[in-house]
């Protein structure tokens, strides 16, 4: 009884020591950038014990007077418990579909957003259909956005997003929508930010050769702008690529191995962050050594850190002379070590492409071609016309030593023009294949001394499966792409497909290799992350979003793999 009466008035006298570690332990979570209103109701008084105090999942305990402890229980405030599922994207996961959880979108917003955009936003079902699914990429996610706006200037970006952040609502930049990761679904419903209507030149600075341009222009229009001036912006991603969208993922593309990816050809951008503010990340000096790098850090961040809305683009002259060369092996070995024997020559090629002969067939389908079924690999040589002859005669010369036969060559433009095309075009011949399939396309990357021993090892697990798969590769910087064409609603195809990935990605990364060289994350690919980069380099990443994206509205559930916690 006496017991009783002890606890009784020690319950008590506690309750308002409880209320200030109540009010001392938000105060913790705030400082560390934490959303507290979501986790505020958890938090109760056990009836069985009314001494622990509990929230949802660790436990940390706070010691009072000597023995007498107080538990809490809090979740894990970078986790995006709220809104990731932890089967999407963590470790192991095989869904295809992304889940997510959406929220009603308040009205005060849409009153906001139209305010805003005006007549440039839409709720239109089949818009919010066509935004919500990407256009070349097997992926689908259980929602929708709930609005597309489509603004027209950096003030409109920036009033769009703190907007969103007033209502945690959640944003999905969007480019060109040629992304094959995910990058541009929307599992959470929320505002899509369509960027096409920004696209405008804003600087051409010739003697300086470089550009400013609004983030919706794509490469192929910049570049017939660049044109007259004797310049050109030399990465060539997938046709309807835009600039933004190139940076977001961090692409490249065919020419990679001459001028770089898309981290060494940009100056400097504007992006508007989560909270509305704009930021310029750099001067247009072409090389400073002044504060942190943030330019390096946007270009890849895949709309998880803010919008993009202007980007200054380095860039070069268009070359005096080409000439293009095709030629071809009995193997896929015998090619990529071509290629790399090419490197190691010491020769400055622009391109090293490489095809199997199923990709091959794959393009006479399509184009009705009449081109040898055989791996087949093609240059292209730059420079002064008696240089770009010289370079031809050398890879001309390692060919003849490494089994190659039918070197031909073109120099003329219109010939040069239709042998890039067929290239470029090559995921959409494969579904002449196929023609009711879908692709997923690896994109692994490795040491240039391992192409060889990758693509052949890889080569022998395509030729042995069911289904239809293509080799495609920028064999001059160790870039390979397949595309495995599969019936997304046959289990047996999905199943199928994905073991061929496992084993690509996973055979590149026993290589030191990446589990994408220039395709980006997205949703895809985050579940391979953990193993390249290690748990630690993916909370540093988490720190990040979390520091400039507390409210975890850009693009949330890409890129970071939602198991890593800090």
Not at 305 to 312: D, K, R, Y
């Amino acid at each position: 009884m006496a017991f009783t009466c002890w606890v009784s008035r020690l319950r008590s006298s506690y309750s308002k020591t409880i209320t200030n570690l109540r009010s001392s332990f938000f105060h913790r979570l705030r400082t560390r950038g934490a959303n507290t209103t979501a986790i505020t109701s958890p938090y109760h008084f056990s009836k069985q014990n009314p001494f622990r105090f509990t929230c949802s999942n660790s436990l940390l305990p706070i010691t009072l007077a000597g023995s007498l402890a107080i538990h809490f229980q809090s979740p894990p405030p970078l986790c995006d418990a709220s809104l990731d599922s932890p089967g999407i994207g963590g470790k192991g996961s095989t869904e295809f579909v992304v889940q997510g959880s959406q929220k009603h979108l308040p009205q005060e917003l849409i009153e906001e957003l139209k305010a805003i955009c005006q007549d440039n936003m839409s709720m239109d079902y089949d818009e919010r259909y066509f935004h919500g699914k990407p256009q070349h990429s097997f992926h689908k996610a259980v929602n929708i956005p709930d609005v597309v706006v489509f603004p027209r200037s950096e003030e409109e970006v920036s009033n769009i997003v703190k907007s969103c952040d007033k209502h945690k609502v959640p944003i999905v930049p969007y480019g060109g929508a040629t992304s094959i990761e995910g990058h541009t679904l929307s599992p959470h419903g929320g505002v899509c930010i369509d960027m096409s209507l920004m696209q405008n030149v804003k600087a051409l600075h010739v003697e300086d050769m470089d550009v400013v341009v609004e983030p919706g222009i794509g490469w192929m229009e910049l570049n017939e702008y660049l044109e007259p001036h004797g310049l050109f912006f030399p990465l060539d991603p997938g046709p309807g690529a835009t600039i933004g969208g190139m940076c977001a993922t961090r692409c490249s593309g065919s020419l990679a191995v001459r001028y770089g990816t898309m981290r060494d050809n940009v100056i400097s951008l504007k992006v508007v962050l989560p909270n509305g503010d704009v930021v310029k990340t750099a001067s247009r000096a072409r090389k400073s050594a002044a504060g942190y790098d943030l330019t390096r850090l946007v270009i890849g961040s895949e709309g998880t850190l803010g919008v993009i809305t202007e980007v200054t683009l380095r860039l070069q002259k268009i070359p005096q002379h080409s000439v293009v060369a095709m030629c071809n092996f009995p193997t896929v070995k015998d090619a990529a070590d071509v290629a790399i024997a090419t490197m190691l020559s010491g020769i400055q090629v622009s391109r090293v492409e490489l095809m199997d002969e199923v990709q091959v067939r794959a393009i006479n389908i399509a184009n009705d071609k009449n081109l040898p079924e055989f791996p087949t690999l093609m240059f292209e040589f730059i420079g002064t016309e008696a240089y770009a002859r010289e370079q031809t005669l050398i890879v001309q010369k390692i060919i003849s030593e490494h089994r190659g036969s039918d070197f031909v060559f073109a120099e003329d433009p219109e010939a040069k023009k239709e042998l890039w095309k067929i290239r470029k075009e090559a995921l959409w011949a494969c579904f002449a294949m196929e023609p009711k399939y879908e692709a997923m396309i690896s994109d692994v990357c490795v040491p240039l001394s391992h192409l060889a021993e990758l693509i052949s090892r890889s080569k022998k697990e395509l030729d042995a499966s069911p289904l239809v798969c293509t080799v495609i590769a920028h064999a001059g910087d160790g870039n390979f792409h397949t595309v495995i064409l599969f019936d997304p609603n046959q289990e047996d195809h999905r199943r199928e497909a994905e073991r061929l990935n496992h084993f690509m990605v996973h055979s590149a990364l026993s290589m030191e290799g990446t589990c994408t060289g220039e395709h980006g994350v997205g949703t895809g690919k985050m579940k391979y992350l953990e193993k390249e980069l290690g748990v630690e380099a993916l909370k540093t990443m988490k720190r990040i979003k979390n520091a400039l994206d507390p409210n975890n509205i850009m693009n949330p559930g890409k890129l970071i793999p939602p198991h890593v916690c800090f």
